[in-house]
């Protein structure tokens, strides 16, 4: 079975006392958490964890403690930090790539996604050999058992993408290694280390068996259709089979049509399926993006990703994948065939994009990067209690959003990074 994943990385109780003779509380005034209709305001003990979230009529209902340190939001959103479901890799490697000897880079990188606003992800492996993907796996599984630093994202497990694909919507994945959809196949695959992997994307429309989603269901993986023809009634099939997620919204799978919905169609009407899209404005159009957010009910049914590549961090220019090269201009990388590969542009970049393009609130848009994911992996708290995903966390764990008077600009930072 997989290891069951957890977003919580707070102490099981926290202090009673919100006083020490030491160190100060802090109240975290006029701050607004998607969800909620009024300001609130934020009490963060001094061992630095939120203690408690109040409405501000509330906030000196008691006598404040002796040491205290106020912080005015002046309104801005608090949030969680960013879970990216699908990440290709970062600073110049590709987690398809990765042996013992990038033990040491993928620490860096893990580092960085922090410093991007990014809690936790799931490294992608990409369409490659047997061999690769079980020496990446192995890997990633040598890299969990170190001591990990402070400021440092953590690895949910991998995001297998393929290489069980359809040729036909295969995109960048490269011909040679995709393989029949089989029960073989995935034992085959997962050997030794499987229970790394999370998340497997398939095209579900290559087992006329119907064995696959159910075993992979099983072994704890969640299942997510993508680079598929699959049509409606197939998608359908696999969500009763078990299917939870759909990869990449309109990429690599049949567009919408009036006489047949097709996979994505299905997704968006299913309960419980959770749709993953990339908002930079190439692989989706800002206006095809708003339709798609209206029909899927926003954080309802749908979560960001970045589908970031190796260069991610690096900037624009051409850099190395397996054995082909990629262009990376503006952040849109394309193979040399003109072949869309992916992007640079981190998750919570795509918060912003939604943002100034109008396609959706502030609120909204900071959702689908931060709860959404998490209800995709099954994640899901009370939904009276839209308070307790911050409970017992590090405030400086925290997201603190800010819109420029001009209301389209969305910047971020880490809270109580600057006091």
Not at 60 to 88: A, C, H, M, T, Y
Not at 105 to 115: D, N, P
Not at 405 to 410: E, K, M, Q, S, V
Request: charged share 15%.
């Amino acid at each position: 079975m997989a290891q069951v994943t957890s977003f919580s990385d707070h102490p099981s109780s926290v202090p009673d006392s919100c006083s020490d003779s030491k160190q100060s509380t802090t109240l975290i005034t006029h701050a607004r958490l998607p969800g909620h209709p009024d300001l609130l305001c934020v009490w963060v003990d001094p061992q630095g964890l939120v203690r408690s979230i109040q409405p501000m009529a509330q906030a000196f209902k008691q006598p404040p403690p002796e040491r205290l340190q106020v912080v005015n939001l002046q309104g801005d959103w608090l949030s969680l930090g960013g879970v990216d479901l699908q990440i290709n890799g970062a600073l110049g490697l590709s987690f398809t790539d990765l042996t013992l000897n990038h033990l040491g880079k993928l620490g860096e990188i893990c580092q960085f996604l922090w410093q991007q606003g990014v809690d936790a992800f799931l490294p992608t492996l990409v369409t490659t050999s047997p061999q690769q993907i079980q020496q990446a796996l192995a890997t990633i599984h040598r890299y969990d058992q170190q001591i990990h630093r402070v400021g440092s994202a953590k690895i949910l497990g991998v995001h297998l993408e393929g290489p069980c694909l359809n040729p036909s919507k295969r995109g960048a994945h490269p011909q040679q290694y995709l393989q029949p959809l089989t029960l073989a196949t995935l034992k085959t695959l997962l050997a030794d280390q499987g229970q790394w992997v999370k998340v497997m994307t398939l095209a579900p429309e290559l087992d006329p068996t119907g064995e696959v989603i159910p075993y992979l269901c099983q072994q704890g993986i969640a299942v997510s259709l993508g680079h598929s023809q699959a049509t409606a009634a197939q998608a359908q099939a696999a969500f009763r089979q078990g299917a939870t997620l759909v990869t990449h919204a309109f990429n690599a799978m049949p567009p919408l049509h009036h006489r047949e919905p097709g996979l994505l169609g299905a997704a968006l009407l299913e309960p419980g399926v959770f749709a993953g899209f990339i908002a930079d404005g190439q692989h989706v159009s800002p206006l095809m993006l708003q339709i798609l957010l209206r029909a899927g009910n926003y954080s309802e049914h749908l979560f960001l990703v970045s589908d970031a590549l190796a260069p991610l961090g690096l900037g624009d220019g051409t850099y190395p994948w397996d054995d082909r090269h990629m262009t990376v201009d503006q952040g849109t990388a394309r193979l040399a065939d003109g072949t869309l590969a992916g992007t640079t542009e981190p998750l919570l970049t795509g918060v912003s994009n939604l943002v100034r393009w109008g396609v959706c609130s502030v609120e909204e848009a900071i959702a689908l990067a931060t709860t959404a994911p998490r209800q995709a992996l099954g994640d899901r708290w009370e939904a009276s209690r839209r308070d307790r995903p911050f409970m017992g966390r590090a405030a400086n764990q925290l997201l603190r959003w800010s819109l420029d008077r001009d209301g389209h600009t969305l910047t971020w930072q880490r809270l109580l990074a600057n006091t």
